[in-house]
């Protein structure tokens, strides 16, 4: 089994800055995209940041020039520096990692359990 476990969010005033983390552990041979998705309270889930193996990243339009992601790959571990924060980017930030647990197993899936960000004054 793969557990993806996030720490880092909490409550910041508008222009500051947080640090998410996320580390995978358990059955794992390899590991491809990891990425941060979130959701705001009545809106579906959407993609914040993803970064592949290879190191390659993809941003939100929203968050692009104020978001950097970068991962870790002797930890598992995927980070979200979170610059210049908005109240809209308030939500449950959620890690997701594309993982084979085994030489035997398929790419899949997994999530953590969610962390939140609240960007108030």
């Known amino acids: 089994q793969v557990q993806l476990v996030e720490s880092g969010g909490g409550l910041v005033q508008p222009g500051g800055s947080l640090r998410l983390s996320c580390a995978a552990s358990?059955?794992?041979?390899?590991?491809?995209?990891m990425g941060w998705y979130r959701q705001a309270p009545g809106k579906e889930r959407e993609l914040v940041a993803i970064?592949?193996?290879?190191?390659?990243?993809n941003y939100a339009s929203s968050v692009a020039d104020r978001f950097t992601i970068s991962r870790d790959d002797a930890k598992n571990t995927v980070y979200l520096q979170m610059n210049s924060l908005k109240s809209e980017d308030t939500a449950v930030y959620y890690c997701?990692?594309?993982?084979?647990?085994?030489?035997?197993?398929?790419?899949?899936?997994?999530w953590g359990q969610g962390t939140q960000v609240t960007v108030s004054s």
């Open positions: 997701n990692a594309r993982v084979r647990p085994a030489p035997s197993t398929w790419w899949r899936d997994y």
């Open positions: 358990g059955s794992i041979f390899s590991v491809n995209t």
């Open positions: 970064i592949t193996s290879d190191g390659i990243t």
